[in-house]
């Protein structure tokens, strides 16, 4: 049990336009869900905490009008990066939790989604 | 803000050696720790996780050990295989907040 679905793993936009990504729980409802950025060869850096039903809470210095998280159900949140740049490519990984059921069931993370912005 | 750290970026061994990776961590108030694996173009993957009241954990060929006097972290995989070739990280966090991330070894292991 505990899986997290991540669509699409990959993606290329053109810069201005924007993208959606997609992070589901697919067999427990997740209250809580994280999203994260990796450039190449860094570390996960934490974006925004999600909570169903209510607005995200963003990390300093992540702008929120350009990355919008929504997390409307128990089972899917998404992040969308809007008028993306080539600055906002990167590997986007969310993770889902649900507290109370133990730790390694609280942290499952999805696949990763590789945005390119051309 | 406060953030989990590595003291190296790479660690190189040979097949069957035993395998240490190291992570210092900055806030004291954290209680639970975990260690991920990731490959290339993959999401983290959990190995073993370890609570603030324990010193120690092990679990099949990985231990995590955990000294909160000086605030370190430790990662051993014993028989070390190429298939454990990834980077490592270490990630912790309190009651339950978003997981902080170090900022990773690299594991490479050659036959």
């Known amino acids: 049990g505990a899986v997290v679905s991540q669509h699409p793993s990959r993606v290329i936009c053109k810069s201005g336009t924007s993208v959606k990504i997609e992070c589901r729980s697919l067999d427990f409802q997740a209250t809580t869900m994280f999203w994260y950025r990796q450039f190449p060869k860094q570390s996960l850096m934490l974006m925004a905490t999600?909570?169903?039903?209510?607005?995200?809470?963003?990390e300093q210095g992540v702008e929120k009008d350009k990355f919008l998280i929504n997390h409307a159900s128990l089972t899917l949140s998404t992040l969308t990066v809007t008028s993306a740049h080539p600055e906002d490519s990167s590997f986007y990984i969310c993770?889902?939790?649900?507290?109370?059921?133990?730790?390694?069931?609280?942290?499952?993370f999805g696949s990763g989604t590789r945005l390119t912005v051309v | 803000g406060e953030s989990v750290g590595l003291h190296l970026p790479t660690l190189s061994v040979q097949e069957g050696d035993n395998s240490i990776i190291n992570c210092a961590y900055s806030?004291?108030?954290?209680?639970?720790f975990i260690w991920y694996k990731q490959e290339s173009g993959k999401g983290p993957q959990f190995i073993i996780d370890i609570r603030s009241n324990m010193d120690k954990r092990q679990g099949q060929r990985v231990t995590v050990l955990l000294n909160k006097t000086v605030k370190h972290l430790s990662l051993q995989i014993a028989a070390t295989q190429p298939g454990d070739s990834a980077v490592y990280f270490c990630?912790?966090?309190?009651?339950?907040?978003?997981?902080?991330f170090g900022k990773g070894t690299t594991l490479s292991v050659s036959s």
């Open positions: 993770s889902a939790s649900k507290p109370g059921t133990g730790y390694d069931y609280g942290y499952t």
């Open positions: 990630a912790e966090n309190q009651a339950g907040t978003a997981l902080i």
């Open positions: 806030n004291s108030a954290s209680d639970y």
């Open positions: 999600s909570n169903e039903g209510s607005k995200a809470t963003y």
